[in-house]
């Protein structure tokens, strides 16, 4: 081994490694709306967001009482999704019910 090669390997050993990014996350919101029946909304949160009966109940209650809340946390591509899966479920029930996401 020559002395160019040594080099060349402590050069290696003390580059700094990247740290790898987290994705940023994206907070899908439910809007309240004097429509949609309160039931629907507590099946949506059960059904496309794994909620308890209660966690439902809780959530629906703080969309009703301050206009909108927060029902999860997701990557970019999932919260899209549970958006376009609230939306289309609201839509084919005949409900006006909005789901938004915003960056977290």
Do not use: W
Request: aromatic fraction near 4%.
């Amino acid at each position: 081994m020559t002395d160019n090669d040594t080099d060349r390997e402590s050069d290696l050993a003390v580059k700094p490694r990247e740290k790898t990014q987290r994705p940023p996350m994206y907070k899908v919101l439910m809007l309240n709306d004097d429509f949609t029946p309160m039931e629907f909304v507590v099946h949506v949160l059960e059904r496309l967001f794994g909620m308890t009966h209660a966690q439902a109940i809780e959530i629906m209650l703080t969309v009703h009482k301050r206009g909108l809340a927060v029902v999860g946390v997701f990557s970019h591509e999932v919260a899209e999704t549970k958006v376009a899966q609230v939306m289309e479920l609201a839509r084919r029930q005949q409900h006006p019910l909005q789901c938004t996401m915003e960056k977290e």
